[in-house]
Protein backbone atom coordinates (compact mmCIF):
# COMPACT_ATOMS: atom_id res chain seq x y z
CA UNK A 1 0.00 0.00 0.00
CA UNK A 2 1.01 3.52 -0.76
CA UNK A 3 -0.14 6.72 0.87
CA UNK A 4 0.68 10.33 0.35
CA UNK A 5 -0.37 12.68 3.09
CA UNK A 6 -0.99 16.11 2.30
CA UNK A 7 -0.63 19.02 4.86
CA UNK A 8 -0.03 22.99 5.13
CA UNK A 9 -3.61 24.38 4.12
CA UNK A 10 -5.42 27.01 5.85
CA UNK A 11 -6.64 30.04 6.16
CA UNK A 12 -4.56 33.25 4.60
CA UNK A 13 -5.16 36.70 3.29
CA UNK A 14 -4.84 37.76 0.13
CA UNK A 15 -1.50 38.35 -0.75
CA UNK A 16 -0.17 36.18 1.54
CA UNK A 17 1.69 32.45 1.22
CA UNK A 18 1.22 29.16 2.02
CA UNK A 19 3.68 26.03 2.16
CA UNK A 20 1.85 22.63 1.24
CA UNK A 21 3.77 19.42 2.09
CA UNK A 22 3.22 16.25 0.10
CA UNK A 23 4.99 12.86 1.78
CA UNK A 24 5.03 9.55 0.17
CA UNK A 25 5.19 6.17 2.22
CA UNK A 26 4.24 2.81 1.68
CA UNK A 27 5.99 0.14 -0.95
CA UNK A 28 7.83 2.59 -2.81
CA UNK A 29 10.61 1.66 -5.22
CA UNK A 30 10.68 5.00 -6.27
CA UNK A 31 9.03 8.00 -7.27
CA UNK A 32 8.63 9.75 -11.26
CA UNK A 33 6.86 12.75 -11.46
CA UNK A 34 5.07 14.20 -8.61
CA UNK A 35 2.59 17.09 -9.11
CA UNK A 36 0.03 19.22 -7.40
CA UNK A 37 -3.90 19.34 -8.38
CA UNK A 38 -6.49 22.04 -7.34
CA UNK A 39 -10.47 21.63 -7.51
CA UNK A 40 -12.48 24.67 -6.63
CA UNK A 41 -16.16 24.30 -5.73
CA UNK A 42 -18.24 23.73 -8.87
CA UNK A 43 -14.96 22.87 -10.96
CA UNK A 44 -12.96 20.34 -12.67
CA UNK A 45 -9.89 19.41 -11.09
CA UNK A 46 -6.62 21.37 -12.59
CA UNK A 47 -2.85 20.52 -12.74
CA UNK A 48 -1.21 23.34 -11.04
CA UNK A 49 2.39 21.99 -10.84
CA UNK A 50 4.51 19.14 -11.63
CA UNK A 51 7.81 17.76 -11.34
CA UNK A 52 9.75 14.62 -12.81
CA UNK A 53 12.29 12.73 -10.60
CA UNK A 54 15.49 15.03 -12.63
CA UNK A 55 13.82 17.99 -11.43
CA UNK A 56 12.10 19.58 -14.29
CA UNK A 57 8.75 21.51 -13.77
CA UNK A 58 5.91 23.08 -15.50
CA UNK A 59 3.52 25.40 -14.36
CA UNK A 60 0.09 26.40 -14.70
CA UNK A 61 -0.31 30.06 -16.34
CA UNK A 62 -2.46 31.37 -13.21
CA UNK A 63 0.51 30.70 -11.15
CA UNK A 64 3.53 31.10 -12.99
CA UNK A 65 5.72 33.27 -11.05
CA UNK A 66 3.79 32.79 -7.77
CA UNK A 67 4.25 29.44 -6.86
CA UNK A 68 7.09 26.95 -6.96
CA UNK A 69 7.37 23.22 -6.97
CA UNK A 70 10.04 21.35 -5.00
CA UNK A 71 10.95 18.29 -3.82
CA UNK A 72 13.15 15.52 -1.48
CA UNK A 73 13.66 12.35 -3.50
CA UNK A 74 15.19 10.80 -0.65
CA UNK A 75 12.38 11.99 2.13
CA UNK A 76 9.69 10.93 -0.88
CA UNK A 77 8.20 14.02 -0.57
CA UNK A 78 6.86 17.31 -2.58
CA UNK A 79 6.71 20.79 -1.88
CA UNK A 80 4.78 23.56 -2.58
CA UNK A 81 5.81 27.08 -2.04
CA UNK A 82 2.45 29.15 -2.66
CA UNK A 83 3.42 33.11 -3.00
CA UNK A 84 0.89 35.80 -3.45
CA UNK A 85 -1.90 33.70 -3.18
CA UNK A 86 -5.27 35.29 -4.26
CA UNK A 87 -8.93 34.19 -3.61
CA UNK A 88 -8.96 33.09 -7.11
CA UNK A 89 -6.43 29.89 -5.91
CA UNK A 90 -9.04 28.80 -3.15
CA UNK A 91 -9.14 25.25 -3.61
CA UNK A 92 -8.99 21.49 -2.14
CA UNK A 93 -5.23 20.76 -3.25
CA UNK A 94 -4.05 17.47 -4.11
CA UNK A 95 -0.53 15.99 -4.63
CA UNK A 96 -0.20 13.12 -7.00
CA UNK A 97 2.65 10.58 -7.44
CA UNK A 98 3.74 8.12 -10.24
CA UNK A 99 5.36 5.44 -8.01
CA UNK A 100 7.38 2.39 -8.91
CA UNK A 101 5.92 0.01 -6.90
CA UNK A 102 8.23 -2.93 -5.42
CA UNK A 103 6.10 -5.16 -7.89
CA UNK A 104 7.71 -3.19 -10.63
CA UNK A 105 4.64 -1.63 -12.02
CA UNK A 106 3.70 1.73 -12.04
CA UNK A 107 0.63 3.24 -10.47
CA UNK A 108 -0.73 6.76 -10.04
CA UNK A 109 -1.77 7.94 -6.35
CA UNK A 110 -3.35 10.83 -4.89
CA UNK A 111 -3.27 12.25 -1.43
CA UNK A 112 -6.79 13.11 0.60
CA UNK A 113 -6.40 16.88 -0.09
CA UNK A 114 -5.88 19.98 2.09
CA UNK A 115 -8.03 22.80 1.56
CA UNK A 116 -6.68 26.06 0.87
CA UNK A 117 -8.69 29.46 1.68
CA UNK A 118 -7.79 33.06 0.45
CA UNK A 119 -9.61 35.80 1.98
CA UNK A 120 -9.67 38.79 -0.02
Known amino acids: QVQLVESGGGLVQAGGSLRLSCVAS????????MGWYRQAPGKQRELVTR???????NYADSVKGRFTISRDNAKKSAYLQMNSLTPEDTAVYYC??????????????WGQGTQVTVSS
Open 96 to 109: NANVLLLSGSYRQY
Open 51 to 57: ITSDGST
Open 26 to 33: GSILSINA
